[in-house]
């Protein structure tokens, strides 16, 4: 029976194409404030601060490029289909540049934006402004970005939780593992015999739950787990 993968990435394998990480020195958590630009009620509060925040990080999340991790993964996905299934935290859409289909982004995306009255999704690359109307049920300056914030519920969890109860190993790849649901996962897929392996730069806040943790940066750890996967 061919093995079932369940990947989870965090914002470990994007920080080498240039995408900061949030809880590091120099992270976007020591700059901002989490209430101020990742809540409804820091939303409701200060929508302009937010909606500048959100487009600096679309700008530069558009302007990345997918590192050998992200290529390493669609490479698997391509020689396993059917059998890998990638759940990300991150915002950005650099699993997809690799090549990879089908990715549950669970937190949302950047390059998309969510009409706050009627729910719409659309895409979104440039600024966004009190001005803009949603094109479903034309109300203005409802607009924000598709990103699931701290208070809100993650998109596709029953999905999820399907994929890790059919997996047979889970991996996750530059998580903190300081966030739940998704710091559940390892636990969720213990309960469900899966094998488990971390890869990450440093040990995350669930690191002993796993049954092996590699170190070192994604670029290099990530394509060498996916080489012997293939061997």
């Given amino acids: 029976m061919a093995e079932k993968i369940v990947i989870l990435t965090g914002a470990g394998i994007s920080a080498e194409s240039g995408l900061g990480t949030f809880r590091d020195v120099g992270g976007l958590w020591t700059e901002y404030n989490l209430e101020d630009v990742a809540t409804p009620e820091g939303f409701a509060r200060n929508p302009a601060l937010v909606r500048r925040f959100y487009d600096a990080r679309r700008e530069n999340a558009l302007g990345a490029r997918p590192n050998a991790a992200h290529h390493a993964l669609a490479r698997l996905a391509a020689a396993r ?35 706050g009255d009627c729910g719409a999704v659309v895409p979104w690359t440039g600024p966004m402004t009190a001005e803009d109307q949603c094109e479903a049920c034309e109300s203005v300056g409802s607009m924000r970005p598709d990103v699931v914030w701290f208070g809100e519920m993650p998109i596709g969890l029953d999905l999820i939780a399907d994929r890790l109860a059919a997996a047979t190993l889970f991996v996750a790849i530059g998580t903190s593992g300081a966030v739940y649901p998704a710091a559940g996962f390892v636990a969720e897929a213990r309960q469900y ?19 092996e943790t590699r170190l070192g940066a994604a670029t290099e750890i990530v394509p060498a787990w996916v080489d012997t996967l293939l061997a």
Wanted: proline share 4%.
């Fill in 81 to 115: 289909p059917g059998d890998v299934t990638l759940i990300t935290q991150n915002i950005d859409t650099l699993h997809e540049a690799a090549g990879h289909t089908g990715v549950l982004h669970m937190h949302g995306r950047i390059d998309q934006a969510r009409c």
């Fill in 193 to 211: 015999r899966a094998r488990t392996l971390e890869l990450s730069l440093e040990p995350s806040d669930v690191s002993g739950l796993f049954d």
